[in-house]
Structures are given as C-alpha cells and as structure tokens.
C-alpha cells in the first residue's frame, strides 16, 4: 500500500459521484447529504482509530471501508427514488459490486482487499457473520461504529434544523406520533437486536438508535464520544414528546445509560 493510497482512492471515489451530478453540475439534496454524510463517517473513523491505537497502514484501511461504505446509495437514489434498501437493493452487497468493478482496491494484497470488502458487505447486517475474523472483522466494528456515530448526528441536527419535517423520507416517511412497538421496548431493553420490520413510527426508529447504546457499539471511544455529544438524552427527550409509553422510555433509557457506563468503566 503506498502512503498516497487513501488519497487516490478518494480521487478516483469523487469522479465515480461526479458521474450523478446534474447537467449544472450539482447533487440532488439527498444524494449531497449522503455525500456529506461518507465523509463524516471518515471523520469519526479516524477520531476512533486515533483513539484506540492504530497505526498508519491500518488507518489506510480503515479511512478507506468508511469512504466506501455507502458508495451504492447514489445509484440507489436514481434507479428508486429511496434510501430503504427493502424497496430497492441491498446497498452494501450491492456497494461491493460496484468497488469491485471501478478497481479502486487493485493496488492491495488480496488479504486487505478482501478486509474491506467484507467490512463493507456487513456493515448494515444485522449481525456481523461468525465467519468474520480478523482484521475484516475490526475494519468490520470500525465501519458500523462509526457508521451509527454519525446517523446519531444526522437524526439529531433534521429534528433541530426542521430538515426532517421539510425531507421525512430522512425517516422513511414515518408517522410522527404513537407508541412504540412493544417488541421494540422489550429488545432494546435487553440489549437484543431488533428488526427493521418492527419500525411503525417514528418512536420506533429512533429507539433502534437507543439500542446502539445499549451494546451495540464495538470501541470504548466510540462509546466516549456517545457520551460526550450527549446523544442518549437528547433520544430521551425526544421519545418522550412522541409518545405517552414514558415508562417503556425510561427503561430503555436507563438500560443504555448503565451499559455505557459499564463501557467506559463507570459502573
């Protein structure tokens, strides 16, 4: 791996999402806030390799799944109008295939190429296979922690910045009030993943995000930044403007507060 890699696979990656812009040059809205959003995800890449050790080569790899991860969104969006992958594709295989046919990992052993094309196919599953191990399955932790960082920051700034109102496909189109599902209570309290098919309104999709809190981070210092931004009482309080379940809130809540806890050693 050359010490410019990470930087010409960013090149290369911009010319591939100049290909969706408009006659005028531009991105539609959700195609740049998509675009945004990879770069974020970089940054909270790098905030928690930095903070957990890695060396340079393997930030390389690890700067390069977070670019990657979502590369299949922008043809997503123009062949479906959506960002749900159950009514379109599955972007992260589908991502795979198009990393695979632009050639941008060709200049890496077949073992890193392989890491992150694997870290890239899972990082929306909702367990990461057995079968992972190794450095795929770190890139693989990597890419999902700071995957999920950076949603956290997406949902937050819609709902301050009226976007969400403005753009609910954000949300997938939810409605905005009623009460939970009460699987969802249940899995998120017990620290369990949960379905995408259990997701009936808005306090649904924003308790899966509750239960990210509740073990579903991999790094302590992902969990330090989670705990830094505030992120689980800003959920608290927005769950308890949508819906009456304030008891069901709080144990989820309370759930989460004391695995983040036990992960930052304060418990």
């Known amino acids: 791996m050359t010490e410019t890699f990470y930087d010409d696979l960013t090149a290369q990656y911009n010319a591939y999402v100049d290909t969706f812009r408009d006659t005028d040059g531009a991105l539609t809205l959700m195609m740049k806030l998509k675009l945004d959003h990879t770069y974020r995800v970089v940054e909270d890449a790098r905030r928690v390799m930095a903070g957990e050790g890695w060396g340079a080569d393997d930030c390389q790899l690890g700067e390069a799944t977070a670019l990657l991860h979502d590369t299949a969104r922008y043809s997503q969006l123009k062949e479906f ?111 369990r993943t949960v379905s995408y098919d259990w997701i009936h309104c808005f306090a649904d999709f924003v308790l899966i995000q509750v239960g990210w809190l509740n073990g579903g981070l991999q790094y302590k210092t992902t969990a330090r930044l989670v705990r830094e931004r505030n992120v689980l009482e800003f959920r608290e309080n927005l769950l308890k403007t949508l819906t009456d379940d304030h008891v069901g809130i709080t144990r989820c809540c309370n759930a989460a507060r004391a695995w983040l806890d036990k992960s930052l050693g304060d418990a």
């Open 81 to 191: 109008n959506t960002f749900k992958d159950s009514d379109s594709f599955d972007h992260a295989t589908q991502a795979v295939k198009i990393i695979k046919q632009q050639h941008w990992l060709n200049e890496l052993s077949n073992e890193d190429r392989e890491a992150i094309l694997t870290a890239v196919a899972v990082h929306n599953k909702r367990d990461i296979p057995d079968t992972v191990q190794g450095e795929a399955l770190r890139l693989s932790w990597l890419v999902r922690d700071a995957d999920k960082l950076d949603i956290l920051h997406l949902l937050e700034q819609a709902v301050l910045d009226g976007s969400l109102e403005r753009n609910p496909e954000i949300a997938w189109g939810l409605q905005m009030k009623g009460a939970p599902d009460p699987k969802m209570i249940e899995a998120v309290e017990q620290g």
